[in-house]
T-cell receptor, first 108, second 112 residues
Framework: GIQVEQSPPDLILQEGANSTLRCNFS?????LQWFHQNPWGQLINLFY???GTKQNGRLSATTVATERYSLLYISSSQTTDSGVYFC??????????FGAGTTVTVRA | NAGVTQTPKFQVLKTGQSMTLQCAQD?????MYWYRQDPGMGLRLIYY???????DKGEVPNGYNVSRLNKREFSLRLESAAPSQTSVYFC???????????FGSGTRLTVV
């Protein structure tokens, strides 16, 4: 399957700061999604973004499929942004594989 | 608008016992999935169903069976539970296997 690498593994932010999370993948993809897992374990789909750029409030994402990476931007971070952010990709087999995640801690 | 509903939320089993994890979605999605999440790791695909009537193995299918009962429901069965199956199990669905996923809230399973 496709290998997914996320960086950094951990990120500590002061409330109000901006940050960028990166996802590198090893092959061409048909599907790329970003998820947020909150401290209670719930997984929320943030973006379905196999290519291009999308924005949703303070969050935005860009996928450059030809260069095999995706970026998730968090602006004006809030304590509710804390949790683990996962990138997940699928290739021709349609099996979505997850990266190990980036743990984000936002301090008030 | 419940989305994806998983039952039970918590379960403790003894080694060798069997159980079925239930999953139902009310979004008329075609594809459904079972993942497990272990501490410090991402999610790993156990089985999936691209459409009603079909199922296929994922990355870690050993020790599990699945049934796509109808379009709404996709169950995961452990025939003889082992401590290595202690995990949090997530069910997900999508309109199509190549679109965005919606996850349930998870089942925390402990095998002792």
């Amino acid at each position: 399957g496709i290998q997914v690498e996320q960086s950094p593994p951990d990120l500590i932010l002061q409330e109000g700061a901006n940050s960028t999370l990166r996802c590198n993948f090893s092959d061409s993809v048909n599907n790329l999604q970003w998820f947020h897992q909150n401290p209670w374990g719930q997984l929320i789909n943030l973006f379905y973004i196999p290519s291009g750029t999308k924005q949703n409030g303070r969050l935005s994402a860009t996928t450059v499929a030809t260069e095999r990476y995706s970026l998730l931007y968090i602006s004006s971070s809030q304590t509710t942004d804390s949790g683990v952010y996962f990138c997940a990709v699928a290739g021709r087999d349609y099996k979505l594989s997850f990266g190990a995640g980036t743990t984000v801690t936002v301090r008030a | 608008n419940a989305g994806v509903t998983q039952t039970p939320k918590f379960q403790v089993l003894k080694t060798g016992q069997s159980m079925t994890l239930q999953c139902a979605q009310d979004m008329n999605h075609n594809s459904m999935y079972w993942y497990r999440q272990d501490p410090g790791m991402g999610l790993r695909l156990i089985y999936y169903s691209a459409s009603e009537g079909t199922t296929d193995k994922g990355e870690v299918p050993n020790g599990y069976n699945v049934s796509r009962l109808n379009k709404r429901e996709f169950s995961l069965r452990l025939e003889s539970a082992a401590p290595s199956q202690t995990s949090v199990y997530f069910c997900a669905s999508s309109e199509d296997r190549n679109l965005g996923y919606t996850f349930g809230s998870g089942t925390r399973l402990t095998v002792v």
